[in-house]
């Protein structure tokens, strides 16, 4: 996948994009909302591995570049009814609170339909208001709130938000 517009590309992640990954995968700072405020701990050698022949072929994973920089990374990933399953991490810290998440999303999101998809599912933290507030933004209902349903590395609890979008709720940023 290679998706532009203006300073922003979203492409697909290459076993050279494996020491930037590393990098952000195994920061607490990143990675605390998804459950791992110590980072995930994997080597360079095996997110190599991975890249080159990922142990899950149905997980698309992408690098965001803006102004050709790796500034973060998303995915998607086909669900049994049509639907596709998104994730997005800006991982730069200097490249945040700069509205790109909202373009990225909907550059994604307007290709996913595009090719075929009809309908687009995402979850977040309950305590992520920030994410919950653009994806609201872009038309995103919201499905269910999974209260206390796995633990982070400490062993907190945590709640989670189902989100789900379908091509007529959704309301384009690009």
């Known amino acids: 996948m290679y998706i532009q517009n203006r300073n922003l590309i979203i492409r697909d992640a290459a076993i050279k994009d494996a020491e930037i990954l590393c990098l952000w995968w195994n920061d607490g700072r990143v990675m605390a909302h998804a459950g791992f405020p110590n980072g995930i701990g994997i080597s360079l050698e095996k997110l190599q591995k991975q890249l ?7 997980v698309n994973r992408l690098i965001i570049e803006a102004d050709n920089r790796a500034i973060g990374e998303m995915s998607y990933s086909n669900t049994e009814d049509g639907g596709a399953e998104i994730g997005i991490k800006i991982c730069d810290e200097t490249q945040q609170e700069k509205g790109y998440g909202r373009i990225l999303l909907s550059m994604l999101i307007k290709e996913l339909f595009r090719t ?6 995402l979850d977040t933290n309950l305590n992520n208001t920030r994410a919950q507030h653009i994806y609201e933004k872009l038309g995103f209902s919201k499905v269910r709130v999974n209260k ?15 989100y789900e979008l379908t091509q007529a709720d959704f309301i384009d940023f690009t």
């Not at 075929?116 to 599912?121: A, P, R, S, T, W």
């Open 52 to 58: 080159a022949v990922p142990e899950d072929s149905t």
């Open 116 to 121: 075929g998809y009809i309908k687009i599912l």
């Open 148 to 162: 206390d349903v796995w633990k982070d590395q400490l062993g907190r609890l945590q709640t989670s938000v189902d």
